[in-house]
């Protein structure tokens, strides 16, 4: 987040696009809740489900699935030929406003009705709430991303910051809710395959010099290595024979699950890391079992940039190992000693080489969480980003046209696809669907679709439906929701058994890598 959680009950408008905030994030959702009910703040909801947060919204737009970069494009036209735009703001700290602005000029609320479906004076209306608020956050999440084109989305919801003088303030800036604890830590610490801790990218020489220095080595790669999404169709190819997995059960959570099973049986040797004997594990040669979050210490740093203690509460069960523990033990019998006595060893390290983390030490930490960057231990973290300037000088503004999802619905495969979470469970149900409570509240898979279509396919709710795509099939039941948009089916991904992501089509970001987990076309019929 360029912003902090507790801006968002202060601010004056909150857009909250591709995030169903209650079941995904529901303490997030309950200070967006607060702020709307409590405090007449403006909400505006932007998808294409009638998730619970519509209650609470001032307005709420239905788009089709994967119009976001035309709806966005439209507030912004709209925003401009009214002359709401931060012209100041886009003189002194932005750049490439000019050929931003002739992109716009054919999204005429109008022409965006026709590509999202959303009424042109709802466009309207939504333009004017929010670039007439003093101060307004873009909260979005993983309805954004996993797209095709969840790069270009981001960047346009940037370009909609900024347009309005958004970045910068408190109470605004583009804020992503992460999908999970320490997701945003792990990014930090280089879990990508083009950067070091603290994004220093693997192509800078001097980058890589430091932490030669650091490791005493020599020859790190110069070179951007695979994402997951790109290392299973290599297995085939002939181009990966081996693969050392850590907390990630691929095979309920990767696309096209039918294909990506393959790719990992044909690997010659396979490692799984994990706390359970997950689905992925089943098909490992070795597995490593590690401990869960009450048995380790550390810290982890959460979707606001917010570095805070994990202490461990209970001790490990017997034959487990931190992670960090397994790691270094690898690496030792691999020739590479890693001597670190505990966490806070290898936190002095990463504050060592990770300039954004080089002012957070434990003792701090013992008072409370501290937001990066913290450049000094004198330096109090930083609440917002780029208050005065961005970090490459001027914010720059993209041109970017909307394009169609990879896999449209037609006559055969007739109906969207889009797929997500619950309350109730976690990610692959490694842990929550191993707690009684949580399956008593959420039990199996469902098909959530609208009145509409239930009618038209002769389906009630408790039905069991079969849900075909061009790669795989699942059955489950029927849930006839008001939830569900006409045209569009939604399944959530938690359940092995009926894995929704048998269906998902395996297209890519092509800069994230991120697969279009939230756009395809399906058939169903009355199992």
Not at 163 to 172: A, E, K, R
Request: hydrophobic fraction near 40%; charge should be neutral; charged fraction near 20%.
């Amino acid at each position: 987040m360029t912003n902090s959680i507790a801006e968002l009950e202060d601010t004056d408008c909150i857009l909250v696009v591709g995030s169903n905030t209650t079941e995904n994030h529901p303490v997030i959702a309950a200070r967006i809740k607060r702020a709307a009910r409590y405090k007449n703040k403006t909400l505006i909801v932007i998808d294409p489900r009638r998730i619970d947060l519509v209650k609470h919204a001032t307005i709420w737009l239905r788009q089709k699935p994967g119009t976001d970069i035309a709806v966005f494009n439209g507030l912004m036209n709209i925003i401009i030929n009214e002359n709401l735009h931060a012209a100041d703001y886009i003189a002194a700290r932005t750049e490439n406003f000019e050929a931003f602005k002739a992109t716009l000029a054919k999204y005429t609320p109008e022409y965006v009705e026709q590509i999202s479906g959303i009424p042109a004076a709802d466009l309207i209306k939504v333009a004017r709430l929010y670039a007439q608020a003093k101060a307004a956050a873009i909260v979005y999440c993983m309805g954004i991303t996993q797209h095709t084109v969840g790069t270009d989305n981001v960047k346009t919801m940037a370009n909609l910051a900024m347009l309005t003088g958004n970045v910068g303030v408190l109470g605004g800036g583009v804020n992503p809710l992460r999908g999970q604890n320490n997701v945003q830590g792990a990014c930090d610490m280089g879990g990508l395959p083009n950067v070091f801790s603290g994004y220093q990218a693997v192509t800078d020489p001097a980058s890589r010099k430091k932490m030669e220095d650091a490791w005493g080595v020599t020859g790190l790669p110069d070179y951007v290595g695979m994402t997951m999404t790109e290392m299973l169709p290599a297995i085939l190819k002939g181009e990966i024979k081996a693969l050392y997995v850590v907390g990630e059960n691929p095979v309920v959570s990767d696309p096209d699950l039918n294909h990506a099973i393959k790719e990992l049986q044909a690997l010659d040797f396979f490692v799984v890391q994990d706390i359970f004997l997950t689905e992925t594990a089943q098909l490992a040669d070795v597995v490593l079992p590690a401990v869960t979050f009450a048995e380790k210490d550390g810290t982890f740093s959460n979707t606001e940039r917010r570095v805070a203690r994990v202490r461990q509460a209970i001790p490990p069960l017997a034959g487990a190992r931190q992670d960090w523990q397994i790691i270094a033990e690898i690496s030792k019998r691999m020739g590479f000693p890693m001597n670190y006595a505990n966490p806070e060893d290898i936190f002095e390290e990463i504050r060592q080489v990770t300039p954004s983390y080089a002012g957070i030490t434990y003792k701090r930490l013992d008072s409370g969480g501290i937001q990066w960057p913290c450049p000094t231990e004198d330096h109090p973290g930083t609440m917002f980003l780029h208050k005065d300037k961005f970090a490459r000088g001027l914010g720059q503004f993209f041109a970017i046209d909307h394009k169609d999802p990879v896999e449209l619905p037609d006559p055969e495969y007739p109906l969207y696809l889009t797929t997500g979470r619950l309350l109730y469970h976690y990610h692959t149900g490694t842990m929550s669907r191993k707690a009684r409570g949580l399956n008593e509240k959420a039990p199996e898979c469902y098909v959530e679709l609208s009145d509409l279509d239930a009618s038209a396919y002769g389906i009630t709710s408790g039905d069991q439906v079969r849900v075909r795509t061009r790669r795989g099939e699942i059955t489950a039941k029927a849930q006839v929701s008001p939830k569900a948009r006409p045209g569009t089916v939604f399944v959530p991904f938690h359940f092995a058994e009926a894995a929704a992501n048998r269906l998902t089509i395996a297209a890519l970001d092509p800069v994230a890598k991120i697969p279009e987990y939230k756009v395809c076309a399906v058939q169903i019929e009355k199992a």
